[in-house]
T-cell receptor
Framework: KAGVTQTPRYLIKTRGQQVTLSCSPI?????VSWYQQTPGQGLQFLFE???????NKGNFPGRFSGRQFSNSRSEMNVSTLELGDSALYLC?????????????FGSGTRLTVV | KQEVTQIPAALSVPEGENLVLNCSFT??????LQWFRQDPGKGLTSLLL?????REQTSGRLNASLDKSSGRSTLYIAASQPGDSATYLC????????????FGKGTSLLVTP
């Protein structure tokens, strides 16, 4: 079956611009989480959505936002980009109904801010 | 706040060796622990998921154990191969974090032919 699909794979943006990243979860999965990965900080949790509702949010500024659609696809938006936002952004999906569920990750979107 | 530590940060072994990767966490109040593999520039591949009530899980040449009371997990790789070269990450799901995973910084493994 198809895995977690993230688009685009690579992005180059200029400081001050905004960007939208997309994530399509595994069919039947209703939970989508987003993580930022950088060499210095490792993997950090951004937010998690289930049935179009944000259930959890990490410690990131309000410039980072997300949403989930009725088909469970999710988008993440970063406004007023800063150089420090350069990172690999990973999306993960799970069935979502139980906290015991494991996660399946996508291949990520590599964002470079110049 | 849950802290997850992985030791060593990097490891180089000759092909065929059995090896152990370590993961420790500061708060034993977790739902589960998951081991992932990450190839350079790629996403995470799930290897094993251990629920807090379990002691170990096995998949092929991989075996992961969990000692929740001491805050430790180990990933055992038998008969290592060059294709096992990657970064291995462990992540815990704390009881108080809702649906967020706390990751360690990973162990970078190189298996030489």
């Amino acid at each position: 079956k198809a895995g977690v699909t993230q688009t685009p794979r690579y992005l180059i943006k200029t400081r001050g611009q905004q960007v939208t990243l997309s994530c399509s979860p595994i069919s039947g999965h209703r939970s989508v989480s987003w993580y930022q990965q950088t060499p210095g900080q490792g993997l950090q949790f951004l937010f998690e959505y289930f049935s179009e509702t944000q259930r959890n949010k990490g410690n990131f500024p309000g410039r980072f936002s997300g949403r989930q659609f009725s088909n469970s696809r999710s988008e993440m938006n970063v406004s007023t980009l800063e150089l420090g936002d350069s990172a690999l952004y990973l999306c993960a999906s799970s069935l979502g109904g139980q906290v015991l569920d494991g996660y399946t990750f996508g291949s990520g979107t590599r964002l470079t801010v110049v | 706040k849950q802290e997850v530590t992985q030791i060593p940060a990097a490891l180089s072994v000759p092909e065929g060796e059995n090896l152990v990767l370590n993961c420790s966490f500061t708060d034993s109040a977790i739902y589960n622990l998951q081991w992932f593999r990450q190839d350079p520039g790629k996403g995470l591949t799930s290897l094993l998921l251990i629920q807090s009530s379990q002691r170990e899980q096995t998949s092929g040449r991989l075996n992961a154990s969990l000692d929740k009371s001491s805050g430790r997990s180990t990933l055992y790789i038998a008969a290592s191969q060059p294709g096992d070269s990657a970064t291995y990450l462990c992540a815990v799901r704390p009881l108080d974090s809702g649906y967020a995973l706390n990751f360690g910084k990973g162990t970078s493994l190189l298996v030489t032919p």
